[in-house]
């Protein structure tokens, strides 16, 4: 026993490094998984806060280029709701006023939350994205977050004010997607260095396409509504053996100067998913 | 006691310094320096193991929580903590009572920048292999060990050769 205790002693200094070890370990391993701790993120207020101080002094750089973003969206959506008005004023003449079932019609099923990013990485093998907009904004976990340009990721953790976005520059998620022009469908992964590109799969030998198509969203999934622009084709090859093609994706948005995104709702989530577990089970 | 508030001073600055501006270099995309590891370069040479141990994992911690790694720099940072007072033996030869804080001055220029070297390598290494977690893209993580390796050791030895004795 006293020998125990003098062994235990003298080594107490590397059992402590090992304890210490072991915990970060699995912390580590943990954190592998899809669902992590809002602890030990960004998320975390203390954390999430100071990040927005420091973005605010960014941010000043980076106003003239947002300036332009912003009106240039806002021509199109002047345009657009000179195109609604006028569709608006043919209809209304003939609607009848009697209905009782309250029906979130299919044009209005997305709805959009902006937010500013407020921490951000792309040169890491995992990277994430911090927002300024969490529960109270009405900000849920599963949702997906696009850009002006096309898709950004999918929210994965939220506190109250703010929340974590994967983004299509992380390997734990992917991102179904079709070809614009003839809806073959793949999956979208990025291949961990160059936050610019990212690969193809699942695109069978039979399909054809050229360089230069466009990517968009499938619309299968309920994170994302069809047709969001998501990049174009860069190059492709295939082997001799091979049953599908490689292809590398040059991404629509550009992660590195992000600024502005729109956190995607989708008012039929519930509905959709209730149902979709149902005739699962 | 001044030694104490010099110490918190250090690890608040160094930490801010690392989550506010390095992690946004983004050159090339591969470059990162983590010169947060410097607080456990410079801690007192005789400082007990078990302080500096539970200290590195503090501040690998707080590296963690700030950029959405749990475990990884605390993983890290542990092992050269554990690894640092066998290197000051290997590299150094303070003598018996004395305690100095690492420096260009204590140690001398040759020994320092040994210590450095291996201590950021072995810690870069932990870090970028435990990040891929495969050997899949292993020759990209070693480049990424090296540069980077290089540039923290550059940045470190800067920043020790503008202090005053």
């Known amino acids: 026993m006293r020998t125990l205790f003098n062994f235990l002693i003298r080594y107490s200094v590397v059992f402590l490094f090992l304890i210490l070890e072991i915990i970060s370990f699995t912390l580590i391993v943990n954190n592998q998984g899809y669902q992590r701790s809002i602890f030990l993120s960004t998320s975390n207020s203390f954390v999430a806060e100071m990040y927005e101080v420091s973005n605010t002094v960014i941010e000043f750089f980076k106003l003239k280029a947002a300036n332009e973003n912003l009106s240039e969206e806002n021509t199109a959506f002047k345009n657009q709701i000179i195109k609604l008005q006028n569709e608006l004023s043919t209809l209304t003449k003939n609607q009848k006023k009697d209905s009782i079932h309250f029906r979130i019609p299919p044009e209005m099923e997305y709805q959009f939350i902006s937010a500013k990013v407020i921490n951000n990485s792309t040169n890491k093998l995992q990277n994430y994205i911090t927002l300024n907009k969490g529960l109270v904004d009405g900000i849920k976990v599963d949702m997906g977050v696009i850009s002006d340009e096309g898709v950004v990721g999918i929210i994965k953790t939220v506190s109250n004010r703010f929340s974590v976005v994967i983004p299509i520059l992380n390997p734990k998620i992917q991102i179904n997607s079709k070809f614009n022009h003839n809806n073959y469908t793949g999956t979208l992964i990025w291949s961990g260095d160059d936050y610019r590109y990212a690969n193809l799969t699942d695109i069978a030998r039979h399909v054809e396409f050229s360089l230069g198509d466009s990517l968009v969203t499938s619309g299968f999934t309920n994170t994302f509504p069809e047709g969001i622009p998501v990049g174009t084709i860069e190059d492709f090859n295939i082997k001799e053996s091979d049953q599908y093609y490689s292809i590398k994706i040059r991404l629509a948005v550009n992660f590195r100067t992000l600024s502005y995104v729109k956190v995607i709702d989708y008012l039929n989530y519930k509905e959709q998913r209730t149902l979709e577990k149902v005739s699962e089970n | ?165």
């Open chain 2, 1 to 165: 006691m001044l030694i104490l508030l010099q110490n918190i001073f250090r690890f608040v600055v160094l930490v801010a310094i690392q989550v506010l501006a390095l992690n946004n270099i983004q050159f090339l995309g591969y470059i990162n320096p983590y010169i947060y590891i410097l607080f456990i370069f410079s801690l007192p040479a005789r400082l007990p193991r078990w302080l500096t141990l539970i200290l590195a994992f503090i501040l690998g911690l707080s590296i963690d929580i700030f950029s959405n790694t749990a475990g990884l720099h605390a993983f890290a940072t542990v092992l050269i903590a554990f690894m640092r007072e066998g290197t000051i033996k290997v590299f150094t030869s303070i003598e018996e009572g004395n305690n100095p804080e690492p420096s260009f001055y204590t140690f001398g220029v040759g020994s320092y920048i040994k210590y450095i070297v291996a201590l950021v390598f072995v810690h870069h290494f932990t870090l970028f292999m435990l990040e891929a977690f495969s050997f899949e893209h292993l020759g990209m993580t070693l480049l990424k060990v090296l540069l980077n390796s290089a540039i923290t050791i550059l940045i470190i030895l800067g920043i020790q050769s503008f202090k005053r004795k």
